[in-house]
DNA sequence: AGAACTCAAGTGTGATCACAAACACCGACC
DNA sequence: GGTCGGTGTTTGTGATCACACTTGAGTTCT
């Protein structure tokens, strides 16, 4: 069976192919256009995406390099299929990483932005209210994004992105399940935003770390996580 | 003046010319080979592979992609110049995730790598008594990331790799000031396996954590950041 | 009928070529 | 002498092609 995906574009500028087939296929990623297991051929991706298989082979083996999809030995592309023990990996790292990006940007936020983020963080609760749930994921991460690029450490904010990356085609299965969780429960960005209107950038990253813990462990509960996966990085091929 | 830099070679298996090239290219990064700022053309990296430019190309990208290298908008490499404040930002992420992996390797430690491991800090020891920076900084290496590959993350074992790779090329022009400093400050690598011994985990990862902070604060003091670096610019071997 | 084999289509890899933009160098001019 | 402009070179990009390996379906043999 050969799917050829519909790659969403995106509003590129003059950016070489190479990137541009980059960067479509990191967002078509994160949201979860591709179902975890699918395999991404380069002429077919080159294909979907109206170019040669060059740019299409360079911005796969890109983002096989930031683990955001898997590399079998022979050289074909999966969509990763997040492992119970991989989810936990992504989420300690990101219970460490994303609380340092809040405490950097608590020392640089304005009201300006404070106010722009309470706006997102409203339109996140209507989402739910409404019963959207891309919207509600959407709301989700402008908020959080929102605030680690205020961190200016752009190496950590791509850090941060390449694990949301990963954790894509899992949460897109997800979506209706978090949203469905008791709102108290839920997030904790307006008490976030509280604290760091008064200057409180510790406990606002506690928070944070405290919501990534909790929606970990509620994940782990509610997902059913296969049994096998997430294949090995690429080694030694067997040539003869 | 076209200067070739010798790229030492690894024990490639079987692998594709495109892996060994990003491998070769990174192991000559994180070792200090090229000299920060220096440009890596496609073409010339080629030769000095031994390759046709393409996997030279999409090896660049890949460094690129982890920002292990600097791309211009014009798509030519720059091996970073570390500001003050990058590596500051480095620092940071690394007083966080390192600390990580040790939780994570202190429960599945076993006594025969307890032992290896401390075999490694009495090489880092002479090491320094010798006077010799490489072994020092290879040792050291050596000893961490031994101990982070125990942690069964291969995530976060990469994205630490990342941050040392960027860190390169200051090491290296660091390496004399990094082997002077009084042995009593320098590390904490001999408690830190004895807290391992006794199931401490956390215990030894707060000394990690003191130990890179406490290196920070003494690079950001020892090492001219804006300028151009101390040591004269360490000349790649021409090849040709 | 089941298993091993064969072969053709599909795959990733890497070299080569064409092209346009960026760059460096050198002379002419103010 | 310093600045500007033109020109030849070098650069990154992307398409195309050849090749070896993988894969899977169809066939044949036991």
């Given at each position: 069976m050969t799917i050829t995906p519909y790659i969403p574009d995106i509003d590129?500028?003059?950016?070489?192919l190479e990137e541009r087939a980059y960067l479509r296929l990191r967002q078509a990623l994160m949201e979860g256009v591709f179902s975890p297991g699918a395999k991404l051929s380069i002429r077919r991706v080159a294909e979907a995406l109206g170019t040669s298989p060059m740019p299409a082979r360079t911005a796969l083996r890109r983002l096989a390099t930031e683990q955001a999809v898997d590399a079998l030995p022979s050289g074909t592309v999966l969509v990763p299929r997040l492992t119970r023990a991989a989810f936990q990996e992504v989420s300690a790292i990101r219970a460490e990483l994303e609380p340092l990006a809040i405490r950097l940007a608590a020392t640089r936020l304005d009201a300006r932005t404070l106010d722009a983020l309470a706006t997102v963080v409203a339109e996140h609760d209507a989402a739910r209210a409404a019963g959207k749930p891309e919207v509600f994921l959407q709301k989700d991460r402008e908020f959080l994004f929102g605030l680690y690029r205020q961190a200016g450490a752009p190496m950590l904010f791509s850090m941060i992105e390449a694990l949301w990356l990963r954790r894509g085609p899992l949460f897109w299965d997800a979506r209706w399940i978090l949203m469905g969780r008791p709102p108290a429960a839920a997030h904790r960005h307006d008490q976030m935003l509280a604290a760091l209107r008064r200057g409180a950038g510790d406990v606002a990253a506690q928070e944070l770390k405290v919501e990534i813990e909790r929606m970990t462990a509620f994940l782990l509960e509610a997902l059913p996580f296969e049994?096998?996966?997430a294949a090995a990085p690429r080694q030694a091929r067997a040539r003869r």
């Amino acid at each position: 069976m050969t799917i050829t995906p519909y790659i969403p574009d995106i509003d590129a500028g003059d950016l070489p192919l190479e990137e541009r087939a980059y960067l479509r296929l990191r967002q078509a990623l994160m949201e979860g256009v591709f179902s975890p297991g699918a395999k991404l051929s380069i002429r077919r991706v080159a294909e979907a995406l109206g170019t040669s298989p060059m740019p299409a082979r360079t911005a796969l083996r890109r983002l096989a390099t930031e683990q955001a999809v898997d590399a079998l030995p022979s050289g074909t592309v999966l969509v990763p299929r997040l492992t119970r023990a991989a989810f936990q990996e992504v989420s300690a790292i990101r219970a460490e990483l994303e609380p340092l990006a809040i405490r950097l940007a608590a020392t640089r936020l304005d009201a300006r932005t404070l106010d722009a983020l309470a706006t997102v963080v409203a339109e996140h609760d209507a989402a739910r209210a409404a019963g959207k749930p891309e919207v509600f994921l959407q709301k989700d991460r402008e908020f959080l994004f929102g605030l680690y690029r205020q961190a200016g450490a752009p190496m950590l904010f791509s850090m941060i992105e390449a694990l949301w990356l990963r954790r894509g085609p899992l949460f897109w299965d997800a979506r209706w399940i978090l949203m469905g969780r008791p709102p108290a429960a839920a997030h904790r960005h307006d008490q976030m935003l509280a604290a760091l209107r008064r200057g409180a950038g510790d406990v606002a990253a506690q928070e944070l770390k405290v919501e990534i813990e909790r929606m970990t462990a509620f994940l782990l509960e509610a997902l059913p996580f296969e049994g096998q996966a997430a294949a090995a990085p690429r080694q030694a091929r067997a040539r003869r």
